[in-house]
């Protein structure tokens, strides 16, 4: 058992402070991440392109949390390699900003956060 299966026991106490000082429990990012995954299948491939924020993180958590397997690529990546880790890997999810949906063809969307 690791570190994100016993998050819970922390319930209340503080697991995140957002640039605008914004406090988020335990507790609010387990039904934060909940929510963000509850339709991601178990032991699949997601590629992460976002920012250090409260959504990309509490994502992360309920992947980790659901035994689904996160790569962490930065949003700001070239797209020619980006381009060629897709066909590479062939990743059942994407994670990434709505701006960037656009450039990704052959994924369709199933869900948008906020």
Not at 73 to 95: A, T
Request: proline content about 2%; charged content about 30%.
């Amino acid at each position: 058992m690791d570190f994100f299966d016993q998050i819970e026991k922390f319930d209340n106490q503080i697991a995140l402070i957002t640039d605008e000082n914004k406090k988020i429990s335990y507790k609010n990012l387990i039904n934060l991440s909940e929510k963000n995954t509850h339709i991601l299948e178990k032991r699949k491939l997601i590629f992460f392109l976002g920012e250090n924020d409260e959504e990309f993180i509490s994502t992360y958590v309920g992947c980790i949390r659901k035994k689904i397997v996160p790569c962490l690529l930065s949003s700001q990546i070239n797209q020619d390699l980006f381009q060629n880790l897709l066909k590479i890997y062939k990743p059942q999810y994407i994670f990434l900003l709505k701006s960037k949906f656009k450039n990704i063809k052959k994924y369709k969307k199933i869900f948008s956060l906020s």
